[in-house]
């Protein structure tokens, strides 16, 4: 799986890319078919210090996106990643379901 990282506006440390590294590393055990993985953060506001990461994982024939906000980006790739772990447990379950007659 290939991992895109893209700060917007402002210098992401190296503790935040190897925290985006693992949480993204830990969806390899719901699907291996996963290409890319292409994270996006940026501040929502500024006044507000609303920091929002958007997550795109490539599939094959399909391509799921994950937008989250809160007010750290370790909480928002969090709550990303575990959204994205429901979708693809139930895109497993779906394919395991037409496999079967």
Do not use: C, W, Y
């Amino acid at each position: 799986m290939n991992i895109n990282i893209t700060s917007r506006k402002f210098k992401s440390n190296d503790s935040l890319k190897s925290h985006i590294i693992t949480e993204l590393k830990s969806l390899e055990k719901f699907n291996a078919d996963i290409l890319d993985a292409d994270v996006i953060l940026h501040f929502t506001h500024l006044k507000d210090s609303i920091k929002t990461a958007e997550i795109k994982l490539k599939l094959p024939k399909k391509t799921i996106v994950v937008t989250e906000s809160s007010d750290e980006f370790f909480k928002s790739v969090s709550s990303g990643v575990s959204k994205l772990t429901r979708q693809l447990k139930q895109l497993k379950s779906k394919r395991i379901s037409k496999v079967k007659p």
